[in-house]
Structure formats: structure tokens, C-alpha cells
């Protein structure tokens, strides 16, 4: 699939590091969406983006730091992170997010390990 | 906030034999539930979703079932194969708040052959 895609798939990062997170999605979507999947834990929602506006801050640290120059790409930012941040971090876009109950389609995530 | 419940939290079949996942919520103004079915080291797909103005909706071997009174959702595979083991997650969207989807824990149903 190639719809939504994630770079890069696999992070390795000391918790001194800055490192982003890109995503990208060709469906000509205006919702973009970063979630974070850990083992044992529910997909959490951290932040929504519509036609390039931030609508949703899921309480997220500030160590966490997102990025949408457009309704193609966003970016999550990541500085001196924890290990507890270690976790599948996915990006998803939907087409409206005015109309409930659009169809959100998730790109493969970013598996990030931080030491 | 929305809070969403699924049970049980894994679900071993045998081939042939249908599985059953349920789902609760607890904000009364959700009206999307979309159910999405995970492989291992793949993305969540949708596979079926329902809104509030529905009781039910199937799709071949997959039906989900909606009880707005009661807040509870649920999930059926009938005549599993092993191609349905995965994990299933539930999710709710408030209305109100757009496409705000709030995720269940997540079911890994192993289908054995």
C-alpha cells in the first residue's frame, strides 16, 4: 500500500538525540493524525491536524513537537525522549474531519526504540 | 472523555467456528464505530464500521451490531479462517468532536487450523 507512507520505519536514539518522524499521504486527504501504539496500551491519539491546523493536543509532552507545512505531510518532532516513549508510532489521515465518521487509513509506523 | 472497553482481550477459535468481540463506550454523543483488524508488523485496516443510525451491518463473513441504548458494539466473524487471526481493535468518534477516534484495548483472535 502506499497511500500513507512512514519514514523511516525503524529509529534507534539516545535520549539526548533530536530526531523526526516524516509521513506523507496521496490520497488528497485534509485530516492528518499521529498516534502512538505501545505494547499492552490502547492506540492513543496524540495529535490531529486539519487543512494544516492543529485541532487536537491529546495532553502529549512537549518532548513531543508536530509538524504540518501541508495537508500532505506531517512531521513529529522528537527531543530528548525517554525510554518509556519506545513504541510504534503511526500516522493516519481521514478525509474530512467536519463530518464524523470518515474513514481514517494508517501508514506502517515508525517502530522507535529510544536507549 | 470517551472511554472504550473491549473484551476479552484474546480469542482462541477453531477454524470453521465464529468469534465474537465486544465493545463499550461511554459517551452517549458517539455515533462512528469503525472496527480495525491488525496483522502482526502490519498498519490497522478497516474492515467494517457502523453509525449511530444503524442497528446492524454486514459485510460477507463480518457483521457488526450496534446498541446505542445499552453503549455496546460488537464484532462477528463467522466461519473463521486462520487468514482472520490478527488483533481487532474497536474505536468510537464523538460526533461533536469531529473524527476524534478513542481506541479499545484490542482483541488478538488466534484461529487455529
Known amino acids: 500500500e502506499t497511500g500513507v507512507t512512514q519514514t523511516p520505519r525503524h529509529l534507534v536514539m539516545g535520549m539526548t538525540n533530536k530526531k523526526s518522524l516524516k509521513c506523507e499521504q496521496h490520497?488528497?486527504?485534509?485530516?492528518m493524525y499521529w498516534y502512538k501504539q505501545s505494547a499492552k496500551k490502547p492506540l492513543e491519539l496524540m495529535f490531529v491536524?486539519?487543512?494544516?491546523?492543529?485541532?487536537e493536543n491529546n495532553s502529549v509532552p512537549s518532548r513531543f513537537s508536530p509538524e504540518c507545512p501541508n495537508s500532505s505531510h506531517l512531521f513529529l518532532h522528537l527531543h530528548t525522549l525517554q525510554p518509556e516513549d519506545s513504541a510504534l508510532y503511526l500516522c493516519?489521515?481521514?478525509?474530512?474531519?467536519?463530518?464524523?465518521?470518515?474513514?481514517?487509513?494508517f501508514g506502517p509506523g515508525t517502530r522507535l526504540t529510544v536507549l | 472523555g470517551e472511554n472504550v472497553e473491549q473484551h476479552p482481550s484474546t480469542l482462541s477459535v477453531q477454524e470453521g467456528d465464529s468469534a465474537v468481540i465486544k465493545c463499550t463506550y461511554s459517551d452517549s454523543a458517539s455515533n462512528y464505530f469503525p472496527w480495525y483488524k491488525q496483522e502482526l508488523g502490519k498498519r490497522p485496516q478497516l474492515i467494517i464500521d457502523i453509525r449511530s443510525n444503524v442497528g446492524e451491518k454486514k459485510d460477507q463473513r463480518i457483521a457488526v451490531t450496534l446498541n446505542k441504548t445499552a453503549k455496546h458494539f460488537s464484532l462477528h466473524i463467522t466461519e473463521t479462517q486462520p487468514e482472520d487471526s490478527a488483533v481487532y481493535f474497536c474505536?468510537?468518534?464523538?460526533?461533536?468532536?469531529?473524527?476524534?477516534?478513542?481506541f479499545g484495548g484490542g482483541t488478538r483472535v488466534l484461529v487455529k487450523p
Open positions: 490520497l488528497g486527504h485534509n485530516a
Open positions: 474505536a468510537a468518534s464523538p460526533g461533536a468532536a469531529g473524527n476524534k477516534l478513542t
Open positions: 491536524y486539519n487543512f494544516k491546523e492543529q485541532t
Open positions: 493516519a489521515s481521514s478525509q474530512d474531519l467536519a463530518g464524523a465518521g470518515d474513514t481514517q487509513y
